[in-house]
């Protein structure tokens, strides 16, 4: 039997680590900077679709030079990131601090079908943005810090309903659907909306155990 992994660490997610600062206090001109290139880009990205969006684009509606874009954040995916990690800080927070079943109280068998709820939902809000970022930054996905926090969740829940299990390999094998690319797929391309895909990983947490 494999040990249960610990709970998520409730810190804020990490980003990649092209997108990590030296620990020391951002200059006010590179917050400014910062907070410029992140909301052309969101607004550009909403408004053109990410994959119509170049970075020359962005430093032209951020009113930065190139190489400020380029140094600060690496590539498009990078931008990408930076924009996700907003999102799934409070994403986490509601995981891990938030009202049940999403948040703690609730069953393990409940929290996972909340969880994979939630997850459809970020995705059908932020699907394009997603895809790009895992598409330009490959492995991005699983180097970057909200995939380890989604997998120690996951298997934390699946050691409770199956304490027996591999939970590490199930707890990756339950997460696959909510890749970007393969969730795509899943709504644009094989005709399994999150209407179909819900009940199905509800048939799967049912399938961990007693109690699910």
Same mark, same amino acid.
């Given at each position: 039997?494999?040990?249960?992994?610990?709970?998520?660490?409730?810190?804020?997610?990490?980003?990649?680590?092209?997108?990590?600062?030296?620990?020391?206090?951002?200059?006010?001109?590179?917050?400014?900077?910062?907070?410029?290139?992140?909301?052309?880009?969101?607004?550009?990205?909403?408004?053109?679709?990410?994959?119509?969006?170049?970075?020359?684009?962005?430093?032209?509606?951020?009113?930065?030079?190139?190489?400020?874009?380029?140094?600060?954040?690496?590539?498009? @995916?990078?931008?990408?990131?930076?924009?996700?990690?907003?999102?799934?800080?409070?994403?986490?927070?509601?995981?891990?601090?938030?009202?049940?079943?999403? @948040?703690?109280?609730?069953?393990?068998?409940?929290?996972?079908?909340?969880?994979?709820?939630?997850?459809?939902?970020?995705?059908?809000?932020?699907?394009?943005?997603?895809?790009?970022?895992?598409?330009?930054?490959?492995?991005?996905?699983?180097?970057?810090?909200?995939?380890?926090?989604?997998?120690?969740?996951?298997?934390?829940?699946?050691?409770?309903?199956?304490?027996?299990?591999?939970?590490?390999?199930?707890?990756?094998?339950?997460?696959?659907?909510?890749?970007?690319?393969?969730?795509?797929?899943?709504?644009?391309?094989?005709?399994?909306?999150?209407?179909?895909?819900?009940?199905?990983?509800?048939?799967?947490?049912?399938?961990?155990?007693?109690?699910?």
């Amino acid at each position: 039997m494999l040990a249960a992994v610990p709970m998520a660490d409730p810190r804020p997610l990490l980003e990649l680590t092209v997108l990590q600062g030296s620990g020391r206090a951002e200059r006010s001109d590179a917050a400014r900077n910062r907070e410029r290139i992140l909301r052309a880009a969101e607004e550009l990205f909403a408004t053109r679709g990410v994959a119509n969006t170049s970075m020359d684009d962005i430093a032209s509606c951020a009113k930065v030079g190139k190489g400020t874009l380029y140094r600060r954040f690496g590539d498009r @995916g990078g931008l990408a990131l930076a924009l996700l990690n907003e999102r799934e800080a409070a994403f986490q927070d509601e995981v891990l601090r938030g009202p049940p079943p999403l @948040g703690p109280g609730a069953p393990a068998a409940d929290r996972l079908r909340a969880f994979f709820a939630a997850l459809c939902d970020l995705l059908d809000r932020h699907l394009d943005l997603i895809v790009d970022f895992e598409t330009v930054s490959a492995g991005g996905r699983y180097r970057a810090g909200f995939y380890g926090v989604y997998h120690r969740h996951v298997a934390v829940l699946v050691a409770e309903l199956a304490p027996e299990a591999d939970t590490e390999a199930l707890a990756h094998l339950l997460l696959a659907p909510f890749s970007g690319d393969l969730y795509l797929h899943l709504q644009r391309g094989a005709g399994v909306p999150r209407a179909r895909l819900l009940p199905a990983m509800d048939h799967l947490v049912r399938g961990l155990g007693p109690g699910s």
